[in-house]
């Protein structure tokens, strides 16, 4: 079964209509159609779709960013679509994987996806090595020991951790880890 999915940003007054035309002219059985941003992981027609593939499925697109505009989550969309043995076509990227050749142009694509986020990584990590070699803090920088004493008084008093971030105007996990280092130091 082909099975089409359309999308267009929430808000942009735009409309589903060029898709779908062009997804009931490729063959499109079945429609799944979605107002959100692309960038957004939380698209409940995207999972109705994905949850709904089987076997022999090919899930059609008019265009690839209409599947998402995140690298990393197309290829998580393509790996969910392999594992329920489905392909995948994007009609005007001209991107097939149920032909040979479609299915090796993708797979390069995601190797060179791979080995962009390695290379984005080992960078991220020389780059923290070479901060931590100089002695800077890494990480959100700690609020001043008058702040830590006025939490560890309204904890000491029984305030809570929500009720004790709002009223000091701190963030609940800055909180909750003056309360662990307070438990801790009780040891």
Not at 50 to 74: A, E, I
Not at 118 to 136: C, E, F, P, T
Not at 170 to 175: D, P
Request: charged fraction near 30%.
């Amino acid at each position: 079964m082909l099975i089409g999915y359309a999308r267009v940003s929430k808000g942009d007054d735009q409309s589903n209509a060029l898709q779908v035309r062009a997804l009931k002219g490729a063959g499109c059985t079945r429609l799944f159609e979605e107002e959100a941003s692309g960038g957004r992981w939380e698209r409940p027609e995207l999972h109705r779709m994905l949850d709904q593939l089987r076997d022999g499925d090919t899930v059609v697109v008019w265009k690839l960013d209409r599947l998402s505009r995140s690298l990393k989550d197309v290829l998580h969309i393509m790996e969910r679509i392999a594992m329920a043995s489905a392909g995948f076509r994007s009609i005007t990227d001209n991107i097939d994987t149920t032909t040979p050749a479609g299915k090796l142009l993708f797979q390069v694509t995601g190797a060179f996806a791979e080995f962009e986020r390695s290379m984005i990584r080992q960078r991220v990590n020389a780059g923290l090595a070479r901060a931590k070699a100089q002695g800077k803090r890494l990480g959100r920088p700690r609020v001043d020991h008058h702040v830590e004493e006025q939490v560890r008084a309204e904890l000491a008093k029984g305030t809570g951790v929500i009720k004790a971030a709002k009223a000091l105007g701190i963030g609940v996990g800055t909180v909750q880890r003056i309360k662990q280092e307070a438990t801790a130091e009780a040891f």
